[in-house]
């Protein structure tokens, strides 16, 4: 088991580059099935949550709510896990492993809810499909902590735009700083990877809802169970 958990640490720990690869994987599985499944909301791209919002406060009025609800919990659950990892961070020591178990206990949870009952045949407003989307909605939001006071040194895991121009920045730099192209070459490689498996994240659970629904969701559940087994116990924070 000892070695086991040390050939985990060396891939996943929360200061390899393989660890943002997965999460962002985890991030677009999840907001695939909460677009196909939740009335086209998003949990992790409150971007695209907000573009629906005020799409929908003209043309489709009765999921409004829904997305009002979507931005309260993330802000709520972003605030409440701000404020935790500031004391915990002034301790001098986070436990990330724990963090990325709570983020899977809330997909799970999200996954339990949603498979049993199944909001898309109960509609936008039962709260069964509030509730499904509040799990999900917290779970991301504790990711996107993770990565903004944990692992900010690390690119960031739900925001490929800004991800896609750092590709673009970095194929330029190889060309133009002949004297600095191992390290262009590096940051290329990695985002490269980060963006990939944002895409394989999306793809899959594109794919998997279509054949076994929400019950795809124990993909990223199990990521991040795995995830949380390769860290220290506890974890010293990765700084920036």
Request: hydrophobic letters at 55%; charged letters at 10%; aromatic letters at 12%.
């Amino acid at each position: 088991m000892a070695g086991l958990h040390r050939s985990l640490s060396s891939l996943l720990h929360h200061e390899r580059l393989y660890a943002p690869v997965f999460l962002a994987f985890c991030a677009c599985f999840v907001d695939v099935i909460c677009l196909i499944g939740l009335f086209q909301t998003f949990s992790a791209f409150i971007t695209g949550t907000l573009v629906i919002l005020f799409v929908e406060v003209f043309h489709r009025a009765e999921h409004v709510l829904l997305k009002v609800f979507v931005l309260c919990v993330f802000f709520l659950s972003t605030f409440c896990m701000y404020r935790v990892m500031t004391v915990l961070l002034r301790k001098g020591h986070m436990p990330v492993g724990y963090l990325f178990a709570l983020e899977s206990f809330l997909l799970a949870v999200f996954m339990v809810v949603a498979g049993l009952l199944d909001p898309r045949g109960l509609g936008p407003s039962h709260p069964v499909t509030f509730v499904a989307i509040g799990f999900a909605t917290a779970a991301m939001a504790v990711q996107n902590m993770i990565m903004l006071t944990m692992l900010k040194r690390h690119v960031p895991t739900t925001f490929m735009t800004g991800n896609t121009l750092r590709l673009v920045i970095g194929i330029a730099d190889y060309f133009d700083h002949p004297e600095a192209r191992e390290e262009a070459r590096h940051r290329i490689s990695h985002q490269v990877q980060v963006i990939s498996a944002f895409a394989a994240g999306g793809l899959l659970a594109s794919f998997l809802m279509a054949v076994i629904g929400f019950w795809s969701l124990i993909v990223p559940v199990t990521v991040l169970i795995v995830l949380a087994l390769s860290q220290d116990r506890p974890a010293t924070p990765a700084t920036a």
